[in-house]
């Protein structure tokens, strides 16, 4: 099975790129499964139902959030969805879940969606969260994959060390920048700091540019407006093995408006 990872998906840009070429990339790659973090996908913070129901269209499977969930207060029409998954640490009671099982291709495929604590809002202890989910949850699915929406590059390898060999993918998202250490690890998870984004290229991760340098040189801050222009998509392609549900490679994805 070949599942593909979606970067921070920002604004109306990044899904108009997602209903033009989402399909093609699903051929070319022959991607069975799509997951895509759609926590800034609605005017760059949050996510509305249309945004939700855009992505949805375009052929993605499951939407993971992160810490802008609550930012679009009609987020809570939607949260309960089966294919949208917030973080699993946020208080006992709060709406959604942090976990959602799939029957896909006779496959069960775990989604866990977590958000880090290091340089980011409180919340309760991912690491102590997730654990608690795996176990509860892995002698009865096939497959599990881990959403890490956190700023620390530390905090994220961390997860990856921590549940591998327990669950098929542990994949950072959040600085919407990519980075370039994807690896299996040594008892067979596959790891990769940051998937990116996908948004406008000439941008400061996804914000007109010139808004934010005025923010910097001046120490005033201002609302942070989606760039325009063209997108970049980036995202990663995991392919596990039918037979023994084992994750087999990982491979980044980066299309810009100059690939060839």
């Given at each position: 099975?070949?599942?593909?990872?979606?970067?921070?998906?920002?604004?109306s840009p990044g899904r108009n790129y997602l209903k033009?070429?989402?399909?093609?990339i699903r051929?070319?790659?022959?991607?069975?499964?799509?997951?895509?973090?759609?926590?800034?996908?609605?005017?760059?913070?949050?996510?509305e139902p249309k945004a939700a129901n855009e992505l949805f269209d375009a052929g993605v499977n499951v939407i993971t959030l992160g810490n802008h969930t609550w930012r679009k207060k009609d987020i809570l029409?939607?949260?309960?969805?089966?294919?949208?998954?917030?973080?699993?640490?946020?208080?006992?009671?709060?709406?959604?879940?942090?976990?959602?099982?799939?029957?896909?291709?006779?496959?069960?495929?775990?989604?866990?969606?977590?958000?880090?604590?290091?340089?980011?809002?409180?919340v309760s202890?991912?690491?102590?969260?997730?654990?608690?989910?795996?176990?509860?949850?892995?002698?009865t699915v096939d497959i599990i994959i881990v959403d890490f929406h956190a700023e620390a590059t530390s905090e994220k390898i961390a997860?990856?060390?921590?549940?591998?060999?327990?669950?098929?993918?542990?994949?950072?998202?959040?600085?919407h920048v990519q980075t370039a250490d994807e690896k299996i690890l040594s008892k067979g998870t596959a790891y990769i700091t940051d998937i990116g984004m996908t948004g406008p290229y000439d941008s400061v991760i996804g914000a007109d540019k010139f808004v934010i340098m005025n923010s910097f040189s001046t120490e005033i801050p201002e609302k942070k407006p989606?760039?325009?222009?063209?997108?970049?998509?980036?995202?990663?392609?995991?392919?596990?093995?039918?037979?023994?549900?084992?994750t087999e490679s990982i491979k980044r994805l980066n299309i810009t408006p100059f690939s060839v």
């Open positions: 099975m070949r599942i593909l990872a979606i970067g921070d998906i920002i604004g033009e070429h989402l399909k093609e051929e070319k790659y022959q991607i069975d499964f799509i997951i895509a973090n759609g926590e800034n996908s609605s005017a760059g913070l949050g996510m029409k939607i949260i309960d969805d089966n294919r949208i998954v917030r973080p699993i640490n946020y208080l006992p009671n709060t709406a959604g879940s942090g976990c959602r099982i799939i029957s896909f291709q006779e496959k069960k495929i775990a989604v866990i969606n977590a958000v880090g604590r290091v340089y980011m809002e409180p202890n991912p690491f102590v969260e997730v654990n608690k989910k795996v176990n509860e949850i892995k002698d997860m990856g060390y921590y549940l591998d060999g327990r669950v098929n993918l542990v994949y950072g998202t959040h600085t989606v760039a325009g222009g063209e997108v970049s998509f980036n995202g990663i392609l995991v392919e596990i093995n039918n037979e023994t549900n084992r």
